[in-house]
Antibody
Framework: EVQLVESGGGLVQPGGSLRLSCAASGFTFNYYMHWVRQAPGKGLVWVSDINTDGTITNYADSVKGRFTISRDNAKSTLYLQMNSLRAEDTALYFC???????????WGQGTMVTVSS | QSALTQPPSASGSPGQSVTISCTGTSSDVGGYNYVSWYQQHPGKAPKLLIYEVSKRPSGVPGRFSGSKSGNTASLTVSGLQAEDEADYYCSSYAGSNIVFGTGTKVTVL
């Protein structure tokens, strides 16, 4: 079964850090991968993406300089290092596979990040 | 990186059709044929319905169709069914980033 399983979410204070992980299974991990977030009761927001070998990364302006996406192809795992967290980063974070660069065809169930004092 | 504009809500009776618009700019929707559409039921992850404006992944019923004219893309759901009641989001490539729409809640009357 093709599957993405996120982990690493939790409650963190403003200014703190978290590292999200996403374990892929059921397919060869040579796809563009993304993180997409959704604040409670709000819409979807693209956060970041990474190409198949990890050499090209892109970020939404709202997280640029604070978040870092990376991947370990040997472990079929995607990561998101989140630093200097703000209250507005509170959201459910989805790990997503894309066909090509833009069609998000496989989604994880998400991991919740709450930034609060 | 402003969100694409969608109507907040749309509705139709079973068997009818509903069309959802997704308006952007020449820097996103109008500039690329990389518009996708997603369906999200409450508490669930989104599901890909349409990619590259009008292509359907295998397993997606043919009553879901997509199109684009200028800076506006559209999703049409024909023959509405009860299970189509959900939130729908468009997205577009915008040159090194991807932007989502504001979302539309579809109600089946």
């Amino acid at each position: 079964e093709v599957q993405l399983v996120e982990s690493g979410g939790g409650l963190v204070q403003p200014g703190g850090s978290l590292r999200l992980s996403c374990a892929a299974s059921g397919f060869t991990f040579n796809y563009y991968m993304h993180w997409v977030r959704q604040a409670p009761g709000k819409g979807l927001v693209w956060v970041s993406d990474i190409n198949t070998d990890g050499t090209i990364t892109n970020y939404a302006d709202s997280v640029k300089g604070r978040f870092t996406i990376s991947r370990d192809n040997a472990k079929s795992t995607l990561y998101l290092q989140m630093n200097s967290l703000r209250a507005e980063d509170t959201a459910l974070y989805f790990c997503v596979r894309s066909r090509g660069e833009t069609a998000f065809d496989i989604w994880g169930q998400g991991t919740m990040v709450t930034v609060s004092s | 990186q402003s969100a694409l504009t969608q109507p907040p809500s749309a509705s139709g009776s079973p068997g009818q059709s509903v069309t959802i618009s997704c308006t952007g700019t020449s820097s996103d929707v109008g500039g690329y044929n990389y518009v996708s559409w997603y369906q999200q039921h409450p508490g669930k992850a989104p599901k890909l319905l349409i990619y590259e404006v009008s292509k359907r992944p295998s397993g997606v019923p043919g009553r879901f169709s997509g199109s684009k004219s200028g800076n506006t893309a559209s999703l049409t759901v024909s023959g509405l069914q009860a299970e189509d009641e959900a939130d729908y989001y468009c997205s577009s490539y915008a040159g090194s980033n991807i932007v989502f729409g504001t979302g539309t809640k579809v109600t089946v009357l």
